[in-house]
Structures are given as C-alpha cells and as structure tokens.
T-cell receptor, first 114, second 111 residues
C-alpha cells in the first residue's frame, strides 16, 4: 500500500489564484483529515470527514477555504482566492475510524503563495 | 475547550543524555493521549499512545492525570531521535471526537 497520497507535492502560485490540493486516503479507511502546518501555529486541523461526510469544519480559517470528499477514495482542499498567509504545508491523513484509531499521514503539499 | 501545550519549541540535548519533551493538556474528562513524530523528509507518524503503555524506540510516556501531563522521555538520546514531536489529545466522549495536536517540539540531538 502506498499510503496516503497527496498531490501536488509542491505548489507555487500567485496571490489571488485558485489552488486545489488533492488527497487519496488509504483504501478501507473511513475518516479523512486535512491539516495545515506552519512554524507559528504548528499543526492545525482544518476539517475532517467520516464516510465522506464533513463532521467538523470549525478549523477552516475562512470562506476562501473549502473541502470536498465526493467518494471514499478522493478529497480536495481548495483555496480561492489564495493569499500569502496561506503559505504552509498541508497534510492529509486517514484512519479506519475517527475514534481512537491511528491516523496515517500523507507526505504533505508545500504551498507557497507569492 | 480542550488544549495541548508543549512549552518548548526547540530542545537540544547531547547524545547519550536523557531527554524529556513536555506536554500538558487541559480537559476535564478522560482523554486519550498520543505522541506523533516527524523525522526529516518523512511523514508524520504515530510514535506511541498512552493506552498501549509500551516503549517505542526507547521512548515512554506516562499519563499523569493529576498534573494533566503526558511527557515523553528517553533515558539516552540518539542522533536518530532528532525530529519534530507532537503531543496530541483526543476526547473519548463520542466516536467522532477529533484529535487536537500541540504546537510541536523540535528535538535536536547533538553528537
């Protein structure tokens, strides 16, 4: 198993552009999480899904951020329009259950907004 | 609200010295606590969880409910322990409770 797959691995864009990050969870995992990692704020949970349904999106910073999970094997995190302060590493993670089960993280997408 | 604090952003120790990464939490119920680790150029991964009561790579962590702490300890640090360490907490009230991560501590083991 390749584990959680994220694409792209690196993204450089200009302020105002739309950015779409993609994630493929581990097959059979029912929960999917999107995190943002910055030096200042550490690791922040943005949103998580259980069985493709968003359970908690209280961490989504503002309306410019949106996330979807159209099926069990794919999720997207979109930023529109992007701003320089969105520059961070975005991680996707999955687990069998949202409960006590271990989360498996993807390699992350390093986003730079100029 | 639940909160996890890790007072040290950076921690440097010499190889062979004991290491302790501090973690405190605020939660009135019975939480589940974890330590995750991210080595250079590797994915963030689970290191250990308090319910397992096991030692992983020489690391142990004991949940102290009185002090609301879950410090990570290793008696003799190795260079390969250099990494970013995140303490994390999960409430156990519903099956949908999310995991809350602390800000992380970057451990550097000096040869």
């Amino acid at each position: 198993d390749a584990g959680v797959i994220q694409s792209p691995r690196h993204e450089v864009t200009e302020m105002g552009q739309e950015v779409t990050l993609r994630c493929k969870p581990i097959s059979g995992h029912n929960s999917l999480f999107w995190y943002r990692q910055t030096m200042m704020r550490g690791l922040e949970l943005l949103i998580y899904f259980n069985n493709n349904v968003p359970i908690d999106d209280s961490g989504m910073p503002e309306d410019r951020f949106s996330a979807k999970m159209p099926n069990a094997s794919f999720s997207t995190l979109k930023i529109q329009p992007s701003e320089p302060r969105d520059s961070a590493v975005y991680f996707c993670a999955s687990s069998r259950l949202a409960g006590t089960d271990t989360q498996y993280f993807g390699p992350g997408t390093r986003l730079t907004v100029l | 609200a639940q909160r996890v604090t890790q007072p040290e952003k950076l921690l440097s120790v010499f190889k062979g010295a004991p290491v302790e990464l501090k973690c405190n939490y605020s939660y009135s119920g019975s939480p589940e606590l974890f330590w995750y680790v991210q080595y250079s150029r590797q994915r963030l991964q689970l290191l250990l969880r308090h319910i397992s009561r096991e030692s992983i790579k020489g690391f142990t962590a004991d949940l102290n409910k009185g002090e609301t702490s879950f410090h990570l300890k290793k008696p003799f640090a190795q260079e390969e322990d250099s990494a970013m360490y995140y303490c994390a907490l999960k409430r156990c009230e519903t099956s949908y409770d999310k995991v809350i991560f602390g800000p992380g501590t970057s451990l550097s083991v000096i040869p």
